[in-house]
């Protein structure tokens, strides 16, 4: 009987940080739907200068939600992203040869089940911008993993839903708001973040969603080992951001301006 007992506790215990900590959220360990209705408070409006959008987020287009289409076979919510895990999650962006970015901002976007849409349950978001991918070579040239770079966090008006339970209200998605400061020339960048929140679960980041396209980009998660994979639901997924910023004229466009003015 002891053997027994001891046996079935050490499955417990190597069982739990699995449990506890799955790399995603999908329909099969994500819990029924519960009502919460709207609490009144800050709701996202958009970026203002965007430079770059990586995908959309809302599905159907105007209906208010983030709509997984389980009837193509997938299956996940979210992507674990959570630092008492360990997990980050990456993607890419591309700025145009002979352009030179002046980056703001960077929103990303993520949900805790179970949380209010006010106030936000998100308190970090850690991030860095590698050269390249961060399991090909890439290393970071801006940003420090420790560093929280969280400024705000407001629902974006959308709740991440599955195509059979389009009223579910347990995963308002937020927007979180970093502040960068950087200047970027031309090159392929990746963004590698991690999120802190309030709540026990997750944070999760929901997939670039479009109706009917299992295949939405090239995004990596990183596990609690050091690992990087794919980030995959059914096929590759991508992951929505916004950044915000200027495009900086060239000094010879600024002085000229300035020139012409003087005879107007």
């Known amino acids: 009987m002891r053997k ?63 709509t997984h289409d389980t009837t193509t076979g997938m299956s996940t919510y979210g992507f674990g992203h959570h630092t008492s895990a360990g997990y980050w999650i990456a993607d890419e962006f591309v ?55 969280l400024v705000s966090s407001v629902w974006t008006g959308l709740y991440r839903v599955t195509d059979y339970d389009p009223t579910g209200t347990m995963r308002p998605i937020m927007a979180n708001r970093c502040t960068i400061g950087t200047t970027l020339g031309a090159g392929e960048y990746w963004l590698v973040w991690q999120s802190d929140g309030s709540l026990s679960s997750g944070p999760w980041a929901p997939p670039i969603t479009i109706p009917g396209v299992t ?33 900086p004229s060239p000094v010879e466009e600024t002085t000229w301006a300035a020139v012409k003015a003087m005879f107007r």
Request: with cysteine; glycine share 12%; aromatic share 12%.
């Open 215 to 247: 295949n939405t980009g090239n995004g990596l998660q990183m596990d609690s080992a050091g690992t990087w994979s794919p980030a995959i639901d059914l096929d590759p997924q991508g992951f929505p951001f916004i950044i915000e910023g200027v495009l």
């Open 95 to 149: 700025i145009p040869d002979g352009a030179t970015w002046e980056i703001h901002d960077i929103f990303f976007f993520a949900y805790q089940t179970g949380s209010p849409t006010s106030p936000s349950p998100f308190t970090a978001v850690y991030l860095e911008i590698y050269n390249g991918a961060p399991n090909a070579g890439g290393y970071p040239v801006w940003g420090a993993a420790g560093t929280n770079v």
């Open 4 to 66: 027994l007992l001891v046996a079935v506790l050490a499955v417990l215990v190597f069982a739990s940080p699995c449990l506890a900590s799955p790399r995603s959220e999908t329909i099969y360990n994500g819990g029924e739907s519960t009502y919460f209705p709207a609490t009144p408070g800050p709701v996202f409006d958009g970026a203002r200068d965007v430079l770059y959008d990586n995908g959309p987020l809302e599905s159907p287009p105007g209906s208010g939600l983030s």
